[in-house]
């Protein structure tokens, strides 16, 4: 193709230009809407286009919608709970598991559930219990206190903490067990449950 | 029978589809090494067959799921082979695709002008994975739920968008329906259907381009039919066999993630206990094929945020990205080779890092090294640095020696924990197949709701948790996990409570100050302990087990119903002597005689209800009033619950479970599902009980 025919502006010459109808329309697709056929060929192509747009979106957009639902939902645990007396724990240093209960909701049901669970640790003549949440800040898992080291566990991949929930290097997660804030009330311990996002040097709430 | 078809292909022109379809020019003649695809085919229309009948019988909701998969896996006919068939045969065509990708590597079929079509297989693997991952979680069981839990929590360090991903994936903040009918939808729904579209795209490049035949062709050219289609056929069937053997032998042990293998039934497809938040489960692994990615991110230890980005994200994107330049790679002189040799390194990396992975959850099971010296010293002294150093005298040598031998203890032990994390979720998946299995099934809040409300299962929980820490039980029950043993009990041993064997030992002289009953308490030097010593010792011994059988038969136990219907005379004179003014009764009440005041109340001792009440307030003047030696009331409050330290129902499950109460198939009930039914705490006496225990032991057997 070293010369290339001259470029023909208005659709193919065979056929007369002017002449309405037939398969005209068609072939006039690049072609600017100077004359009536090509401008009406352009119409054409335009509508089909628009109207079977529209038709394929309608229902596209609704689903989509419904499909992005989730992210204008908020976890339903974010209240402060009450998670035990303040009998229960001794202020002795040693943590102790307690599971938090929750109205959970789950989409259509509404119940009261178990949501997850705490460690919660009471130093000598403390008032106020340290709060951490037992789920590991690497990938999610259970973590599990050790007593005779007297440190936490976490059984997936093998990342320690202090009783403190300090970090014990070396270790796959990237920052310390969460805390959780925690108050007493008439005698019994509260806590702000929260999930935290895992894997994240910082610690991020999941609303 | 012509006519008919000439009729047909005058309108559809079938007889040209047909030949189209099965005679393809085959250069050289048929061979085994083209069978790949084929299989993979063939697995897959066995999924969409397989699929499409579960699907009749599946229903995703966190209360349905699990229940709907327990009926179709022990309930429905044939539903274990079905489900058996869809489990093993996705496995299969996770190894049948990396063969697939092997044959195509190797002889090079991604050349021009395939290169399309083998990123179309590329693009066709990552849907198959990702079949896999979603078909993981559909029964809601344990592994499913927290192996997903930990994938899509992987999800949330993508940057930017991470947290927007994980919440569109969860449908939702929180896991549940709509995490279920997503992956629902994408494992049904979407991606079989994204699977079909590509590969019949997939199927007519490759007849396109006719089959990239292996040099020196050795036979003339061949058809497709018949030759091929035969070795096809025999390689789909070889598929077949080895899935059916999988699904029907016990070797499919090995072959599901965790090894946890099959509660109930020996059976099909494993399933674990129904998922549960908000318990525990140290056991979750991926599917195998997975596990090597799993382990690839134990590598980046101490990396930080980072590390997770490069182990999940960064590097395995990279080597999809350079699986798909093979086809450019390929062009250059020694493009092929280094094809190859990726290939083969890849793949020895994923064997490595499967088989680290295997042996770190179950070296624990292959050694016979219990590393019982460096236990002892950890136990002593911790694993303090310091301390170790004093320790060993700051001799660096030793220390040296003794800090390699506590790596590999660590190792061990974490095994060990691994091994029976997975052994307890056995214990939970066989008890909840009972329950389910009961005439009672399953209540509309679904299978958890037994779980939680079953004394066996929650027992042991809530006593290590609430109880353990003055109380020992041993003989631990056969519940899922055993109660930690307090370090130093401080009150009595709870193991058989009010079971003759347990009140025999209550008032033999040598047994009632020691730990297992009064020896950690105030009550040691008591008067109880003084009577059984002094006044006690000295009855007939026939007298002595008369008043322990009609004590014991007080709690109404439902172990020693049998014997208590045996022995009533023996219980009726037992009930006089307890009755006695001048025996029991002078200090105890009991029904009629004696008063309340000095010491507990004997009538109904050790039942459900007097349990109850000294759980809940033993200083209450029915039990020990100020003589109470530090057990907590733990539900002093009986008109403002929320006040009490343990709720009503959290009583009732350990009062149940001490008791030995809980659901058990009664051993002529023709369960599909039957567990082997082990002895509980109560019918189990230590070694070293009195002979009193003989004919409680021998009455059940004899009652029947």
């Known amino acids: 193709m070293a010369n290339p025919p001259p470029p023909q502006p208005f659709g193919k010459p065979s056929l007369p230009a002017g002449k309405p109808g037939g398969p005209t329309g068609k072939s006039s697709a690049t072609s600017p809407p100077s004359s009536p056929a090509a401008r009406r060929g352009f119409m054409v192509e335009t509508s089909a286009v628009v109207i079977g747009g529209i038709v394929g979106l309608v229902p596209a957009l609704s689903g989509l919608a419904v499909f992005l639902d989730p992210l204008r939902r908020k976890s339903s645990a974010e209240k402060l709970l009450r998670v035990t007396t303040l009998d229960a724990l001794p202020d002795d240093g040693i943590p102790r598991q307690f599971a938090v209960i929750a109205e959970h909701v789950d989409a259509w049901n509404r119940s009261l559930e178990p949501v997850g669970a705490v460690y919660l640790r009471r130093n000598k003549g403390e008032a106020t219990p340290q709060c951490l949440t037992a789920t590991c800040p690497h990938a999610g898992c259970f973590v599990n206190y050790d007593a005779p080291t007297n440190s936490f566990k976490c059984p997936c991949h093998n990342s320690t903490f202090t009783v403190d929930g300090q970090i014990i290097e070396p270790s796959p997660s990237p920052r310390a067990m969460d805390t959780m804030e925690c108050e007493v009330k008439d005698q019994e311990i509260l806590v702000k449950f929260q999930n935290y996002y895992t894997g994240k040097t910082e610690k991020v709430v999941k609303e | 029978m012509k006519a008919l078809i000439d009729w047909l292909d005058s309108r559809t022109g ?66 274990w082979l079905l489900r058996g068939l869809h489990h093993f ?71 930017l968008v991470g947290p927007q991903l994980q919440q569109l994936v969860v449908g939702g903040a929180d896991y549940g329906h709509l995490t279920l009918t997503r992956f629902f939808a994408l494992h049904a729904g979407v991606l079989p259907g994204l699977l079909v579209f590509f ?80 318990n525990q489960y140290a056991a979750a692994r991926p599917e195998w094929y997975f596990l090597f990615l799993f382990q690839f991110l134990k590598l980046f230890e101490g990396w930080g945020e980072q590390g997770e980005l490069l182990g999940a994200i960064v590097i395995p994107g990279a080597v999809m990205a350079a699986l798909f330049l093979m086809p450019l790679i390929g062009r250059w002189n020694l493009g092929h080779r280094f094809n190859i040799g990726l290939l083969f390194i890849l793949l020895a990396g994923i064997g490595w890092l499967t088989t680290a992975a295997v042996n770190e959850d179950y070296r624990a099971k292959w050694t016979s090294d219990t590393f019982a010296e460096v236990a002892q010293v950890v136990a002593e002294i911790g694993t303090d640095p310091e301390k170790i150093a004093s320790h060993f005298g700051n001799d660096t040598e030793k220390i040296q020696q003794f800090t390699t031998q506590l790596a590999a203890y660590e190792k061990y032990t974490k095994s060990k924990d691994y091994l029976q994390a997975v052994k307890g979720a056995e214990r939970e998946a066989e008890r909840i197949v009972t329950l389910a299995s009961s005439p009672e099934r399953i209540p509309p809040t679904g299978a958890i709701t ?116 045996t022995d009533a005379a023996r219980i009726e004179a037992g009930r006089k002597l307890i009755a006695d003014g001048d025996r029991c009764a002078s200090c105890h009440k009991f029904h009629e005689a004696g008063e309340l005041g000095s010491a507990p109340d004997l009538t109904d001792y050790g039942s459900r209800e007097w349990l109850t009440g000294m759980i809940d307030d033993p200083r209450h003047k029915r039990f020990y009033r100020e003589a109470n030696d530090r057990m907590p009331a733990f539900a002093e409050f009986p008109h403002d619950p929320a006040k009490n330290m343990l709720s009503a129902r959290t009583i009732a499950l350990i009062v149940d479970w001490l008791r030995g109460e809980w659901y058990e198939p009664a051993a002529d009930e023709p369960a599909e599902a039957k567990a082997p039914v082990e002895p509980s705490a109560a019918e189990k006496p230590a070694a070293d009980q009195p002979p009193v225990a003989a004919p409680a032991e021998a009455a059940p057997a004899a009652g029947k």
């Open chain 2, 450 to 565: 037994l779980l939680r409300d079953d004394p066996k299962t929650q027992g042991p929980r809530l006593f290590a948790l609430n109880c353990a820490s003055c109380h020992t039980f041993t003989p631990a029950a056969s519940g899922t996990e055993e109660p930690a043993p307090a370090k130093r009990s401080t009150a009595a041993d709870l193991a058989g409570f009010a079971s003759r064997p347990w009140i025999a030992g209550l008032l033999n002289p040598e047994k009632i100050a020691g730990p297992e009953y009064f020896g950690n308490t105030a009550h040691r030097e008591g008067e109880m302990a003084g009577f059984v010593k002094e006044t006690l010792a000295g009855w007939p011994a026939e007298e002595v087990q008369n008043a322990v059988m009609a004590l014991s038969a007080e709690a109404k136990l439902k172990s020693q119903a049998a014997a208590d219907q």
């Open chain 2, 199 to 278: 590969l019949i795209i997939h199927v007519a490049l490759f007849r396109r381009h006719g089959i990239c035949t292996k040099k020196p062709e050795r036979c003339p050219e061949m058809s497709f039919w018949p030759d091929q289609v035969l070795k096809d056929a025999v390689a789909c069937l070889a598929v077949l066999i080895v899935v059916l053997l999988l699904v029907v032998h016990p070797l499919n042990l090995f072959m599901s993630s965790g090894g946890a293998g099959h509660a109930v039934s020996p059976l099909g497809a494993e399933l674990g206990a129904p998922a549960d938040s908000s």
């Open chain 2, 14 to 79: 079938v007889r040209d589809l047909v030949h189209e379809a099965l005679y393809e020019r085959i250069p050289g003649g048929s061979r085994w090494r083209y069978v790949w695809g084929s299989t993979l085919v063939f697995a897959f229309v066995t999924q969409v067959i397989t699929g499409v009948f579960l699907w009749m019988c599946y229903s995703p909701s966190a209360q349905t799921a699990w229940e709907s998969v327990y009926f179709i896996q022990y309930q429905m006919s044939g539903g």
């Open chain 2, 89 to 159: 045969m996705a496995q299969a065509m996770v190894v049948l695709m990396a063969l697939h990708l092997m044959q195509v590597v190797i002889d090079g079929a991604y050349r021009a002008p395939r290169e399309v079509n083998f990123w179309l297989g590329l693009i066709l693997m990552q849907i198959v994975l990702g079949l896999s991952l979603t078909g993981y979680l559909l029964p809601w069981d344990q592994k499913g739920y927290w192996a997903t839990r930990v994938a899509t929590n992987l999800l949330s360090i993508v940057p």
